[in-house]
């Protein structure tokens, strides 16, 4: 049973235009939420983060936005690039679990196009 | 750079051929992971070490062990490989301090493809 969910695959923007990721999770003891980015043939890299005490912390281009009464956050790209395209993985920290524990989602991958 | 590098690239092994699979870090970070990720799926913790304390997550087939000698190096040992552990391994590290907040942020290598044949 899925923690943490990205129901959309693939995501397909204009170059200039917003990227929206969305991720759900059901564990309301998670208290920490990360976005990590990937390309081909490398490892996932931290992108940007969010407390469960805030609804929104912003980084440049990408803004990460939290509704734990929906159990939902979701990942703004202003304006997308071409670089940008790569698979978004979502991931969960749970509070009082094992450190390192993230819990990820199957990732959204993204293709910028020029 | 200080980096977390993962070897080899691609790993080939037979079915029931044990296998090790190598990571090494410069970041002299005090906590290492391996992950595995499957196609389409997503990553999943196997073990950690803090420090020397391994620690295995409770879904982890015997069949997958750690090994970490120093600081720098951790080992995954895949005891008897079947089909179904053909995956691609994630190793990670982070740095954590007792007491104090950790946001988590790991930094993975590039990741070891193994096919079992």
């Known amino acids: 049973d899925q923690q943490v969910k990205q129901n959309s695959p693939s995501l397909s923007v204009q170059e200039g235009r917003i990227s929206i990721l969305n991720c759900d999770y059901t564990n309301s003891m998670f208290d920490y939420f990360l976005w990590y980015k990937k390309y081909p043939a490398e490892g996932p890299t931290f992108l940007i983060s969010i407390s469960s005490i805030k609804d929104k912390n912003e980084d440049g281009r990408f803004t990460v936005f939290l509704n734990k009464s929906a159990k939902h956050l979701s990942l703004h790209i202003v304006p997308s690039q071409p670089g940008d395209s790569a698979v978004y993985f979502c991931?969960?920290?749970?509070?009082?679990?094992?450190?390192?524990?993230?819990?990820f989602g199957k990732g959204t991958k993204l293709s910028v196009k020029p | 750079d200080a980096m977390v590098i993962q070897n080899p690239r691609y790993q080939v092994t037979q079915f029931g051929k044990p296998v090790t699979l190598s990571c090494s870090q410069t970041?002299?970070?005090?906590?290492m992971y391996w992950y595995q990720q499957k196609s389409s799926q997503a990553p999943k913790l196997l073990f950690h070490?803090?420090?020397?304390?391994?620690?295995n997550e409770a879904d982890t087939p015997d069949n997958f062990q750690s090994r970490r000698p120093n600081t720098s190096f951790c080992f995954l040992d895949i005891r008897s490989p079947g089909l179904g552990d053909a995956a691609m391994y994630l190793c990670?590290?982070?740095?954590?301090?007792?007491?104090?907040?950790?946001?988590?942020?790991?930094?993975f290598g590039s990741g070891t493809q193994l096919s079992v044949l």
């Open positions: 970041l002299n970070h005090n906590v």
């Open positions: 990670a590290t982070s740095s954590f301090q007792t007491g104090v907040s950790t946001n988590e942020k790991l930094f």
């Open positions: 991931a969960a920290r749970q509070y009082g679990g094992s450190q390192g524990n993230l819990i």
């Open positions: 070490y803090y420090d020397k304390d391994f620690n």
